[in-house]
């Protein structure tokens, strides 16, 4: 069974520029969630989708954006980069809420 | 502040040695989850606890929720490199909410 997967692995990106990322789910998981987590920090939740909609949202500005997809794929999107965006961007799918969470291997986003 | 904290941030031991790893907060959590997150990886769920007072075992690993579900701890027995990473707890206070994570202990075993 394939694992979360997400694309691009890196990306780097001029401050004020649009980054996307993206994010395959495990088969059958329909909740997809993405994570910031900046150098040797935590994760800090940023969104939670479930069957296509937004479920909960982080303390984050406006221009950081997403959508699920109707296959739960889901896409990040970034607009107006800041260098303090720079962080590992992490997706993870869940079975159905309480379940624990699988994660993909990030998308490592520089803002130079 | 983090809604949990964990500690110590940081702890290196020589192989074969014991450690423990706490995780407390002053809120209920109605489920709280382990995970390991080595270089270049996604965390790695380890374990999920939801009952007070319960104990799991994976290994060398022992889990414990505490009575009131507010903190958990996490002990390695005889510690060896490949537990080697950073451990991140997590918890859920209700149903609706998002999965929210502690700081990290960044664990490094020596040989």
């Known amino acids: 069974e394939a694992g979360v997967t997400q694309s691009p692995t890196h990306l780097i990106k001029t401050r004020g520029q649009q980054a996307t990322l993206r994010c395959s789910p495990i088969?059958?998981?329909?909740?997809v969630y993405w994570y910031q987590q900046a150098l040797g920090l935590g994760l800090q939740f940023l969104l939670w989708?479930?069957?296509?909609?937004?479920?909960n949202r982080g303390n984050f500005p406006p221009r950081f954006s997403g959508r699920q997809f109707p296959n739960y794929s889901s896409e990040l999107n970034v607009n107006a980069l800041e260098l303090e965006d720079s962080a590992l961007y992490l997706c993870?799918?869940?079975?159905?809420?309480?379940?624990?969470?699988?994660f993909g291997s990030g998308t490592r986003l520089t803002v130079v | 502040t983090q809604l949990l904290e964990q500690s110590p941030q940081f702890l290196s031991i020589q192989e074969g040695e014991n450690l423990t790893v706490y995780c407390n907060s002053s809120?209920?959590?109605?489920?709280l989850q382990w995970y390991r997150q080595e270089p270049g990886e996604g965390p790695v769920l380890l374990v999920t606890?939801?009952?007070?007072?319960e104990v799991k075992k994976l290994k060398r690993l022992t889990f414990q929720f505490g009575d009131a579900r507010k903190d958990s701890s996490l002990h390695i027995t005889a510690a060896q490199p490949g537990d080697t990473g950073l451990y991140l707890c997590?918890?859920?206070?209700?149903?609706?909410?998002?999965?929210?994570f502690g700081g990290g202990t960044r664990v490094l075993v020596k040989p």
């Open positions: 989708y479930d069957e296509g909609e937004e479920r």
């Open positions: 997590a918890g859920v206070k209700a149903a609706g909410n998002k999965l929210t």
């Open positions: 809120s209920v959590f109605s489920s």
């Open positions: 088969s059958g998981h329909t909740s």
């Open positions: 993870a799918s869940s079975f159905r809420e309480g379940y624990g969470y699988t």
């Open positions: 606890v939801v009952t007070g007072g």
